[in-house]
């Protein structure tokens, strides 16, 4: 059975024993810790990122020589904490048979249901009680996450950061009892200000931006339509005047026409006259 050790532990090749990373194994420990203190998601990142400790990425980096170019990869993130407490790997079981490849290819993910799970695969470094409060509390929250997400932000997923170019994400400021919706660049709300600045725009003034973009554009329409109709005004003025304009020239050419086909005759006239005369006749 092949194994790819998860973030916390490797595999000797020569005995292929898997053994624990003490690191990494320390910041598995510190991210169930903080999670069950009460500790949200995102404040346990910046945390680790303040505490220097490695990342995943880093990690598959020094031991495989897998490197990755994004700096991002090498911070803690909403999704990389996240990873870390849904992993059972880390109370020993190993699930397998999760897809089916043909010709080296991924053909399809397999149903939960049919995966094959192993027990006491990988030495635990959380207990099974603390794993299985931390997924109780990972629902709680995805479930009141869901419901306060119900109304979609007007400008999600069309605005991007002018600085590291990733999307900006809206988020709720409460000030003096009312509530303002901004957007904020995603690798600064995720990452802190070691990675972008932390610029971020109110919805309202995206609003009366647009609002005066739709109104230039607007009214640089109807400009055109004015113009439009002022010609089409002309046109229908000088008409008249080109249509029998048109007509004159129209006479003259086939006047012109007649003329040139009588010259023509002539000229034939003249060439048969020429040779009678040559051959006598």
Same mark, same amino acid.
């Given at each position: 059975?092949?194994? /790819?050790?998860?973030? $916390?532990?490797? +595999?000797?090749?020569?005995?292929?024993?898997?053994?624990?990373?003490?690191?990494?194994?320390?910041?598995?420990?510190?991210?169930?810790? %903080?999670?069950?203190?009460?500790?949200?998601?995102?404040? /346990? *990142?910046? /945390?680790?990122?303040?505490?220097?400790?490695?990342?995943?990425?880093?990690?598959?980096?020094?031991?495989?020589? +897998?490197?990755?170019?994004?700096?991002?990869?090498?911070?803690?993130?909403?999704? *990389?904490?996240?990873?870390?407490?849904?992993?059972?790997?880390?109370?020993?079981?190993?699930?397998?048979?999760?897809?089916?490849?043909?010709? $080296?290819?991924?053909?399809?993910?397999?149903?939960?249901?049919?995966?094959?799970?192993? #027990?006491?695969?990988?030495?635990?470094?959380?207990?099974? #009680?603390?794993?299985?409060?931390?997924?109780?509390? !990972?629902?709680?929250?995805? =479930? +009141?996450?869901?419901?306060?997400?119900?109304?979609?932000?007007?400008?999600?997923?069309?605005?991007?950061?002018?600085?590291?170019?990733?999307? !900006?994400?809206?988020?709720?400021?409460?000030?003096? $009892?009312?509530?303002?919706?901004?957007?904020?660049?995603?690798?600064?709300?995720?990452? $802190?200000?070691?990675?972008?600045?932390?610029?971020?725009? =109110?919805?309202? +003034?995206?609003?009366?931006?647009?609002?005066?973009?739709?109104?230039?554009?607007?009214?640089?329409?109807?400009?055109?339509?004015?113009? %439009?109709?002022?010609?089409?005004?002309?046109?229908?003025?000088?008409?008249?005047?080109?249509?029998?304009?048109?007509?004159?020239?129209?006479?003259?050419?086939?006047? %012109?026409?007649?003329?040139?086909?009588? /010259?023509?005759?002539?000229?034939?006239?003249?060439?048969?006259?020429?040779?009678?005369?040559?051959?006598?006749?």
């Amino acid at each position: 059975m092949v194994v /790819i050790p998860p973030f $916390g532990y490797w +595999k000797d090749k020569n005995t292929n024993e898997i053994l624990m990373i003490p690191e990494a194994a320390d910041t598995v420990r510190r991210i169930f810790q %903080l999670f069950l203190d009460g500790m949200t998601l995102m404040p /346990i *990142s910046r /945390i680790l990122n303040q505490e220097t400790r490695k990342t995943p990425a880093q990690f598959q980096m020094e031991l495989y020589g +897998k490197k990755k170019p994004d700096i991002r990869q090498f911070l803690w993130s909403y999704t *990389s904490v996240k990873n870390v407490l849904q992993d059972e790997s880390y109370v020993g079981v190993l699930y397998n048979h999760q897809d089916e490849v043909r010709d $080296g290819k991924r053909f399809r993910k397999v149903p939960e249901e049919e995966w094959f799970r192993h #027990e006491n695969v990988y030495p635990p470094i959380i207990s099974r #009680e603390d794993w299985e409060q931390a997924q109780a509390l !990972l629902q709680k929250q995805r =479930r +009141k996450r869901a419901k306060s997400n119900a109304p979609c932000h007007r400008y999600a997923g069309l605005l991007s950061c002018s600085n590291c170019g990733a999307p !900006l994400v809206a988020i709720n400021r409460y000030w003096n $009892g009312t509530c303002r919706v901004e957007y904020i660049c995603k690798t600064y709300m995720r990452h $802190g200000k070691d990675t972008c600045t932390s610029h971020r725009i =109110r919805e309202e +003034k995206l609003d009366t931006m647009v609002w005066e973009l739709v109104s230039a554009s607007r009214e640089s329409r109807a400009e055109e339509q004015n113009k %439009l109709a002022q010609m089409q005004k002309m046109w229908a003025l000088r008409k008249p005047i080109l249509d029998a304009h048109i007509l004159l020239l129209q006479k003259r050419i086939q006047k %012109l026409e007649q003329e040139i086909d009588g /010259i023509v005759m002539e000229h034939i006239q003249a060439l048969s006259n020429i040779n009678l005369k040559a051959n006598g006749i």
